[in-house]
């Protein structure tokens, strides 16, 4: 028989593998991609071309650093998610990121 006090199995909101390894590839990733700053390359690109072409590099550059730090990008943009509305995740993430101003 159904019982509405039995609680579900598990923590329905837990995060799926989110180990201390998955953050640490995360910001890797992450900090791989910013040093490019392409969003300023693109905004100094003048031929539509020449835009075209650095978005196709930072896609690629992208999908390297992910796939190069042992996650997909679907598992990638999972965890940003997760972060975006968990800010004790947000907050381990970000403290894996070192400052590009040193």
Same mark, same amino acid.
């Not at 953050?23 to 910013?34: D, G, K, P, T, Y």
């Given at each position: 028989?159904?019982?509405?006090?039995?609680?579900?199995?598990?923590?329905?909101?837990?995060?799926p593998?989110?180990?201390?390894?998955? !953050?640490?590839?995360?910001?890797?990733?992450?900090?791989?991609?910013?040093?490019?700053?392409?969003?300023?390359? $693109?905004?100094?690109?003048?031929?539509?071309?020449e835009?075209?072409? $650095?978005?196709?590099?930072?896609?690629?550059?992208?999908?390297?650093?992910?796939? *190069?730090?042992?996650?997909?990008?679907? *598992?990638?943009?999972?965890? !940003?998610?997760?972060?975006?509305?968990?800010? *004790? $995740?947000?907050?381990? !993430?970000?403290?894996?990121?070192?400052?590009?101003?040193?």
């Amino acid at each position: 028989m159904y019982s509405p006090q039995s609680p579900p199995p598990g923590p329905s909101t837990s995060a799926p593998d989110l180990s201390d390894q998955k !953050l640490s590839a995360v910001a890797a990733a992450i900090e791989r991609v910013a040093r490019k700053d392409y969003r300023q390359r $693109i905004a100094e690109a003048e031929a539509p071309a020449e835009k075209e072409r $650095i978005v196709a590099e930072a896609h690629n550059e992208f999908t390297k650093a992910v796939t *190069e730090q042992g996650l997909s990008v679907e *598992e990638y943009a999972s965890i !940003l998610d997760m972060a975006q509305d968990d800010h *004790e $995740i947000r907050d381990k !993430l970000l403290q894996r990121i070192r400052p590009s101003d040193k």
